[in-house]
């Protein structure tokens, strides 16, 4: 069974840092592209990252270029998304999702071109 499990959101101070973590299992975890989304109440979901788990590649939403940082532990089937400088608009519930067939470059962020999803994780930025 394929499964995602977010965790490591909560609550912070603008400025202040999280990290997510993204743990896979039930599936060839090396082989799948990753990407973190979010969605804040009453907005559709968007999305926030992508890694290519076999080669690096990586790609970012402008909204948090420079502040955010998409890693994998392949040894822990684990992908991490570092926020920095975190913002009260960075606010919603993170998710991240795998995709068997990688998308292409202009499909990085679309939620419909990943097949398996988590439950998400709440972040929270006070001003």
């Known amino acids: 069974e394929v499964q995602l499990v977010e965790s490591g959101g909560g609550l912070v101070q603008a400025g202040g840092s999280l990290r997510l973590s993204c743990a896979a299992s039930?599936?060839?975890?090396?082989?799948?592209?990753v990407g973190w989304f979010r969605q804040a109440p009453g907005k559709e979901r968007e999305g926030v990252s992508y890694?290519?788990?076999?080669?690096?590649?990586?790609y970012y939403a402008d909204s948090v270029k420079g502040r955010f940082t998409v890693s994998s532990d392949n040894a822990k089937n684990t992908v991490y998304l570092q926020m920095n400088g975190l913002k009260p608009e960075d606010t919603a519930v993170y998710y991240c999702a795998a995709a068997q067939k990688h998308p292409g470059t202009s499909d990085y962020l679309v939620p419909g071109r990943y097949d398996y999803w988590g439950q998400g994780t709440q972040v929270t930025v006070s001003s």
């Open positions: 890694i290519a788990i076999s080669d690096g590649i990586t």
């Open positions: 039930g599936f060839t975890f090396d082989s799948y592209a």
